[in-house]
Nanobody, 117 residues
Framework: QVQLVESGGGMVQPGGSLRLTCAASGFAFNKFDMYWYRQAPGKERLLIAT?????????YYADFVKGRFTASRNTADNTLSLQMTSLKPDDTAVYYC?????????WGQGTQVTVSS
């Protein structure tokens, strides 16, 4: 079955960096668009990055993370990554990876990122 497992979250000071990873299994990882979302407390879940399979590591970003976040996939070990730099308190959220397969959305459990001094 499809499984997505995020890791790498934590607490970081403003201006710092974190790298999130999503381990994917149960589907043809190199065939599907993959997504990173985030959800801050009391707010809706927002799309922050779309990673397309072709060209490899082609990605599109929400304006509020463009230039600070870089998403990529590694087909050798079926992992999705999100490198986050210049983090701000507004980036505090639970971060999720996602894939849409045959009309069904699959989500990981999420990983908490807290940006605070």
């Amino acid at each position: 079955q499809v499984q997505l497992v995020e890791s790498g979250g934590g607490m970081v000071q403003p201006g710092g960096s974190l790298r999130l990873t999503c381990a994917a299994s149960g589907f043809a990882f190199n065939k599907f668009d993959m997504y990173w979302y985030r959800q801050a407390p009391g707010k809706e879940r927002l799309l922050i990055a779309t990673i397309i399979p072709d060209p490899p590591n082609g990605a599109y970003y929400a304006d509020f993370v463009k230039g600070r976040f870089t998403a990529s996939r590694n087909t050798a070990d079926n992992t999705l990554s999100l490198q986050m730099t210049s983090l701000k308190p507004d980036d505090t959220a639970v971060y999720y990876c996602n894939v849409l397969i045959a009309g069904t959305n699959y989500w990981g459990q999420g990983t908490q990122v807290t940006v605070s001094s």
